[in-house]
């Protein structure tokens, strides 16, 4: 039972620190020389999503190894044999594949994050300072289910098209097929 909960975990581990390392670097960086969350936030979420890119793909593959749906999507029972599955039917752009609807639902939701987060921690650098650990995970938690309210439709959308065997180019297309309102309604209240 815990070993199907975990399957494809050996990925984020994999990729973690060097996305995360990518994400924070260029997010201070940027947040410091402009002052501009919103601008960090999205030069971040555009140089780390090409590490994230693939490890989403990656990882997608790894986890619905052993499912029903395991034969459509070209499900791998490793990291490496997923790799290399698709750098033999897709090539190098296959390890990318959704890194722009991946933009498109990671920057919004970074946007969402950062705004709603630094509003609700204290404005004046004292006040800041002291505030308590309690106070900031209650900010982050909140911030973090305000994004994912807003951007869980778009994250559906991008999980079905990195998955698709087919080349299908057109998102928008493949929006209008497969999302109706009650799947929309079903991604945005998903634990």
Same mark, same amino acid.
């Given at each position: 039972?815990?070993?199907?909960?975990?399957?494809?975990?050996?990925?984020?581990?994999?990729?973690?620190?060097?996305?995360?390392?990518?994400?924070?670097?260029?997010?201070?960086?940027?947040?410091?020389?402009?002052?501009?969350?919103?601008?960090?936030?999205?030069?971040?979420?555009?140089?780390?999503?090409?590490?994230?890119?693939?490890?989403?793909?990656?990882?997608?593959?790894?986890?619905?190894?052993?499912?029903?749906?395991?034969?459509?999507?070209?499900?791998?029972?490793?990291?490496?044999?997923?790799?290399?599955?698709?750098?033999?039917?897709?090539?190098?752009?296959?390890?990318?594949?959704?890194?722009?609807?991946?933009?498109?639902?990671?920057?919004?939701?970074?946007?969402?994050?950062?705004?709603?987060?630094?509003?609700?921690?204290?404005?004046? +650098?004292? /006040?800041?300072?002291? @505030? %308590? &650990?309690?106070?900031?995970?209650? !900010?982050?938690?909140?911030?973090?289910?305000?994004?994912?309210?807003?951007?869980?439709?778009?994250?559906?959308?991008?999980?079905?098209?990195?998955?698709?065997?087919?080349?299908?180019?057109?998102?928008?297309?493949?929006? +209008?097929? /497969?999302?109706?309102? @009650? %799947? &929309?309604?079903?991604?945005?209240? !998903?634990?």
């Amino acid at each position: 039972f815990f070993r199907k909960l975990y399957t494809g975990f050996s990925v984020p581990l994999f990729f973690s620190l060097p996305s995360h390392a990518l994400y924070f670097g260029v997010y201070h960086h940027v947040e410091a020389s402009t002052s501009n969350s919103p601008l960090a936030a999205v030069s971040a979420e555009l140089l780390a999503a090409l590490v994230w890119t693939p490890q989403d793909n990656l990882k997608q593959r790894c986890q619905i190894h052993g499912t029903r749906s395991a034969q459509e999507f070209g499900a791998s029972e490793s990291m490496y044999r997923a790799c290399g599955d698709i750098l033999t039917q897709r090539g190098w752009r296959g390890l990318f594949r959704g890194y722009g609807i991946g933009v498109a639902t990671y920057a919004p939701f970074a946007v969402i994050y950062f705004g709603a987060f630094e509003r609700l921690m204290p404005t004046n +650098s004292e /006040e800041r300072t002291s @505030a %308590s &650990v309690f106070h900031c995970v209650s !900010a982050g938690m909140a911030a973090g289910a305000v994004a994912a309210f807003f951007t869980a439709p778009l994250d559906a959308i991008k999980t079905r098209y990195q998955l698709r065997k087919s080349n299908e180019k057109f998102v928008f297309r493949l929006i +209008s097929r /497969e999302v109706k309102p @009650a %799947s &929309v309604i079903s991604a945005t209240t !998903a634990t």
